[in-house]
T-cell receptor
Framework: GENVEQHPSTLSVQEGDSAVIKCTYSDSASNYFPWYKQELGKRPQLIID?????GEKKDQRIAVTLNKTAKHFSLHITETQPEDSAVYFCAACLSGGYQKVTFGIGTKLQVIP | GAVVSQHPSWVICKSGTSVKIECRSLDFQATTMFWYRQFPKQSLMLMAT?????????EQGVEKDKFLINHASLTLSTLTVTSAHPEDSSFYIC??????????????FGPGTRLTVT
């Protein structure tokens, strides 16, 4: 099955700095890679995603890059703000009719004011 | 749009009893629903995939007879934890997908149910 590795597990940055979270996946059949943000006690919320036919996608301060050959993808948050503090999960989805999402272990991001 | 609700949001039950958790897609028909459990400070672990009108597909290591899943309609899936034990205490989250969107695999998560078994 799919295996998603995510690092770092914790990340502290000063407000205004950039944060980068990296993930690798094992199954080359995966073709959709969403990123979720989960605040304490709340549900995961999709913040950005990327398909396997795209190398990079940006949405304001958030960007995601994908390297299919190396099977890794990364989340980049620029100009971090205290409200960015949360746990971020990467995920990989297998293609086909059976939709299955495998999550990374999560990265706890702390933005220090 | 794409709102998923769960009920109850939290529940405390005694060991040996059963607990039912409901997951509803409020404004769309969900062809597939997923059930996850999340232990404190850990990731979401997929328990089972539920398709309307068919038996759920359980992940390896998840006891089918202990975690009963029913997906009776396109807007409702239920998870019943039978003969609950303290080790079943966890945060249970459902998600739902809907077809026809540009992002085919986007999942919409419910708010979660905190189960505590005493």
């Amino acid at each position: 099955g799919e295996n998603v590795e995510q690092h770092p597990s914790t990340l502290s940055v000063q407000e205004g700095d950039s944060a980068v979270i990296k993930c690798t996946y094992s199954d080359s059949a995966s073709n959709y890679f969403p990123w979720y943000k989960q605040e304490l006690g709340k549900r995961p919320q999709l913040i950005i995603d990327i398909r396997s036919n795209v190398g990079e996608k940006k949405d304001q301060r958030i960007a995601v890059t994908l390297n299919k050959t190396a099977k890794h993808f990364s989340l980049h948050i620029t100009e971090t703000q205290p409200e960015d503090s949360a746990v971020y999960f990467c995920a990989a989805c297998l293609s086909g009719g059976y939709q299955k999402v495998t999550f990374g272990i999560g990265t706890k991001l702390q933005v220090i004011p | 749009g794409a709102v998923v609700s769960q009920h109850p949001s939290w529940v405390i039950c005694k060991s040996g009893t059963s607990v039912k958790i409901e997951c509803r897609s409020l404004d769309f028909q969900a062809t597939t629903m997923f059930w996850y459990r999340q232990f404190p400070k850990q990731s979401l672990m997929l328990m089972a995939t539920s398709n309307e009108g068919s038996k759920a597909t359980y992940e390896q290591g998840v006891e089918k007879d202990k975690f009963l899943i029913n997906h009776a309609s396109l807007t409702l899936s239920t998870l019943t934890v039978t003969s609950a034990h303290p080790e079943d205490s966890s945060f249970y989250i459902c998600s739902a997908t809907r077809p026809g969107l540009a992002v085919a695999y986007e999942q919409y998560f419910g708010p979660g149910t905190r189960l505590t078994v005493t």
